[in-house]
């Protein structure tokens, strides 16, 4: 794999991921101003679109055109950044910066963060509606069910009742698998359903999925515990001072290391039956796991 | 129109939407329990099931069965029933009771109350999806609209800004088209989509639900001035005690309750082409403006 010509194919996509978030948007301009303000300034400007790099990676795999992909890519990322929104809550992980810059919250007010983290929301629905893809319906209840209760928001419901207690590791990877598992397994299914696959495809690429959404939990943990606020764009050392069980706190960060390239590992074998097709999706696998922010 | 007929008639479908909703909801039992504990306390058990009764006897006016257009009444209550435990919290109208119990985030806390509104808009896509009327991908699309920032949630936005400002009748109609306008005219519109309508008969539809759903705020300010909170169900004379701009402030009782008549009448005229069908939409037209609470 040329490392070079991931990076070019990436950026590429970031640039019509916010090229085409930017466009989704309401203006500034059009009522009610400031809400829509400040719903372009927490989904614009930043971010690695790591959701919709990989719905774009997994329709490149299924065959699909990528122009045919971009809503689904664009809504896991509304998806994504709604929930940043939210967690940044004073009444959740109350937290100030965010991608180098302050939380929505403290840019803006509380009551609009609320709001803004509500519209994204439906606004990503919107837009999947609005895919040309055939299989839409199920990729809107794929993505509904992802989000919901059972999912991303069942997880940061856990993560928050987690604090101060020890979690074993099977607790711990309960609320990942939902925290941060489920929508990266949306991103890549949903990209997958833009285009053809066999069941047993779609098993493997579930699989792939799943060993990276845990890796990149892993990597999370890890780069929480290790870098600074700087490079991380938020806030550092958080989750030891909130008293939050991680993997680093669990196993050490050594292996955590190990834990997340196990886990490569088994991601990067869920695709071997792909052969070159899978090229973007192994470039993923080895961003989300090289990753150091 | 034999009024004691749509009692029971609206009884019959407060009863099966309880239901429905207690179905769909996950068991509290369910991880994460606590969410799903106060996802169900926040849905199940009150409310006058206004909207999803408008889709119902819209669904009946466009010869849908009711089975049918249940999911789609369903998904609108759940978007509603996630609004009233945002707009509660203490960043936004700050109240603690909602249909004579305590609020969301005063039985469960703050976060909880958080992720259930995220939660139950998730599941009202969900729901939405999993529709058996050919028009779902449109329904999914106009209910994302219908809630997002260019509707109920923007309206929200609009409502925290005026706080303490003087605006005029048309602003004042701007906030509440979106605010609570928006809903119900997608209520009404779902349950049409769910039959057969031509675009004339649907452009009437859409005539009577801005109508209904102006007179249903006109009326909601009128309460909030002259009833009890015991009689209400909640803090009744909180906007005079928030110093938000209504109808009641702007035109005092007796206007606005002559203006609630107008818009009642505009709503009836909108129905004539349609004769019986329209019954059980005139009779929700009257128990929006007659209601006590």
Chains 1, 2 share one sequence.
């Not at 990503?124 to 839409?136: M, N, V």
Request: proline share 3%; hydrophobic share 40%; glycine share 8%.
């Amino acid at each position: 794999m040329n490392n070079d010509d991931f990076q070019s194919w990436a950026h590429r996509g970031q640039m019509r991921v916010e090229s085409m978030l930017d466009r989704l948007l309401p203006e500034s301009s059009v009522l009610p101003s400031r809400l829509h303000d400040a719903m372009r300034y927490s989904v614009l400007g930043g971010g690695k679109r790591v959701r919709p790099l990989l719905a774009l990676a997994a329709g490149e795999l299924a065959g699909a055109d990528s122009d045919r992909v971009m809503p689904a890519a664009c809504s896991v990322e509304l998806i994504h950044a709604y929930s940043l929104v939210h967690d940044d809550l004073p009444a959740m992980d109350d937290d100030v910066l965010r991608r180098g810059r302050p939380t929505c919250h403290v840019e803006y007010d509380e009551a609009t963060a609320l709001l803004v983290g509500d519209s994204l929301q439906s606004l990503a629905f919107e837009i999947l509606a609005s895919s040309p893809c055939k299989k839409r319906v199920e990729m809107i209840r794929l993505l509904a069910q992802a989000s919901g209760s059972r999912g991303m928001a069942g997880g940061q419901a856990i993560d928050l009742e987690s604090v101060g207690k020890n979690l074993e590791l099977p607790e711990l990877e309960a609320m990942h698998v939902r925290k941060t598992g489920a929508l990266i397994r949306a991103s890549v299914l949903l990209g997958a359903y833009c285009g053809e696959t066999s069941e047993a495809e779609l098993g493997a690429l579930d699989h792939f999925a799943k060993m990276i959404g845990l890796a990149f939990q892993v990597i999370d943990d890890v780069l929480d515990a290790e870098s600074s606020t700087a490079t991380l764009g938020k806030t550092a050392g958080k989750d030891k001072k909130d008293n939050k069980p991680t993997y680093v706190s669990l196993l050490g960060p050594a292996a955590s290391r190990k834990m997340a390239q196990d886990l490569f590992e088994s991601a990067l074998s869920a695709l071997e039956g792909f052969g070159n097709k899978a090229q973007r999706l192994l470039g993923m696998a080895d961003f989300v796991v090289q990753r150091q922010f």
